[in-house]
């Protein structure tokens, strides 16, 4: 029996299936001189965007001071690669200040959510993964890269490493997938391969239990199917007939499955083209 097994992360099938993922950017995408210290120290939370406060700005002020002077006077080491990154007493000084600011930066995020809808949110998120038991926790926002409208997307992680994107503003599940340090792997066995009669009835028995009215939301949705080359993954999409006025992307519902039927990615992005 051969088996392989498949790595896949939300920018691999960003690329395969064209999501459109977007960038997300890092403390200090717009200070410049600093951005060499954020690639170095492998800085990767997300921002608030314009959302702000005293105590953010002194530590983000403090972070970048601290940055500046570990690189001239601190621990820093080439990695296999060449590119220079912090080790020792000046590592853990950075961790410890990026984690307060990282910290600061989610209490902000989410000072607007009630315990009510994290805790409704976070059902949904076991409900859509089918792990009944997961830890879920919530990792930061970005800009949402699908529309014109200006909304930020929230994104929750679980054990699996499982990204979950979240229109903050309906706190509806917009995207989830392998995020970039997931290690869960979906097994391929070409023996228990499904015919895609087959995995196309999963996809839609998923939607259906997942999406309002789903059954009758398809019959006015155009309908089309890919599949990555040697029968790796199988991607099922439903998109509107029109694009909406001043968008580029069509809205769609999309779920990505392996080809025993394992549920990759899942996205339903209509929610992000309201202005509510």
């Known amino acids: 029996m051969r088996k392989k097994q498949l790595f896949l992360s939300m920018g691999a099938l960003a690329l395969l299936f ?11 995408a717009s200070k410049g001189e600093p951005t060499l210290a954020s690639s170095l120290h492998g800085i990767s939370n997300f921002v608030p965007g314009t959302h702000t406060n005293e105590t953010i700005e ?3 002020s403090e ?21 220079p990154k912090f080790c020792g007493d000046s590592k853990k000084r950075i961790d ?25 949110l976070e ?6 993964s089918g792990q009944s038991s997961s830890v879920i926790t919530f990792q930061g926002t970005s800009n949402n890269p699908y529309t014109k409208t200006q909304k930020r997307i929230e994104h929750w992680k679980d054990q699996k490493g499982f990204d979950y994107w979240v229109d903050s503003n309906t706190n509806q599940v917009v995207q989830f ?3 970039p340090d997931s290690t869960f792997t979906f097994e391929r066995d070409d023996k228990k391969s499904l015919s895609q009669t087959e995995l196309k009835s ?59 039927g394992e549920v990759i990615s899942f996205a339903d992005i209509r929610s992000l083209y309201s202005q509510n």
Request: with cysteine; charged share 25%.
């Open 18 to 28: 064209g999501l459109g993922i977007g960038v997300v950017t890092g403390f200090f």
């Open 58 to 60: 002194s530590l983000k």
């Open 63 to 83: 972070l970048e001071r601290i940055v500046e002077y570990e690189m001239a006077y601190g621990c820093v080491e080439l990695t296999e690669n060449k590119e």
């Open 96 to 120: 410890d200040l990026e984690s307060q600011l990282t910290d600061e930066v989610h209490k902000l995020e989410l000072a607007q959510k009630s315990s009510e809808q994290i805790t409704l």
């Open 123 to 128: 059902n949904t998120i076991r409900t859509l």
């Open 177 to 179: 997938g392998p995020g």
């Open 202 to 260: 999963i996809a839609e028995n998923y939607l259906s239990k997942n999406i309002k009215n789903f059954d009758e939301l398809k019959k006015q949705l155009n309908f089309r199917q890919m599949s990555k080359p040697g029968n790796a993954t199988h991607a099922f999409r439903w998109e509107a007939k029109t694009m909406p006025t001043g968008e580029e992307i069509l809205p769609f519902i999309q779920i990505v499955l392996s080809p025993t």
